[in-house]
């Protein structure tokens, strides 16, 4: 194997995972996308059978429970289905975009910025400073 190839067979998921770095969102850590990437940024099938029983027991057992495929022009139906029967979901993704807009999880909610107009409260062993309308104390 070269090294073209070794990461052919790795395409779909390292992209994803460069999308994820720069967009600076998280991937979600149950999902794998099983997916060669063309250079079109279409998904081709890996080998002839989209998911064997064997596939679905790693995956399980790895901690995945979504699964991210290419759309087949002629699909397993049965392998589909023992594979949902045993708890994976099986989704379809004709692109990369697809692949990666299920895979990343939502971005979160921007924080508001601190509002720059209030003051710290005083510290309890100094007295807050006095007001211009107001006049310090008189001497004893």
């Not at 070794?6 to 460069?18: D, F, I, P, Q, R």
């Not at 940024?41 to 699964?67: H, I, M, N």
């Amino acid at each position: 194997l070269s090294v073209t190839t070794g990461l052919h067979w790795a395409g779909a998921t390292m992209a994803v995972a460069l999308a994820a770095a720069l967009a600076r969102r998280e991937v979600r850590p149950d999902t794998k996308a099983l997916a060669c990437l063309t250079g079109h940024g279409r998904l081709s099938q890996l080998g002839k059978q989209p998911l064997t029983v064997y596939d679905v027991e790693v995956l399980l057992a790895a901690g995945f429970r979504r699964v991210i495929l290419p759309v087949m022009p002629q699909p397993n139906h049965q392998s589909l289905q023992e594979a949902a029967a045993r708890g994976l979901e099986v989704l379809h993704a004709p692109l990369l975009a697809d692949t990666i807009r299920l895979s990343l999880l939502p971005a979160a909610a921007p924080q508001p910025p601190p509002q720059q107009d209030q003051q710290p409260p005083p510290q309890e062993d100094q007295q807050p400073p006095p007001q211009d309308d107001q006049q310090p104390p008189p001497p004893p």
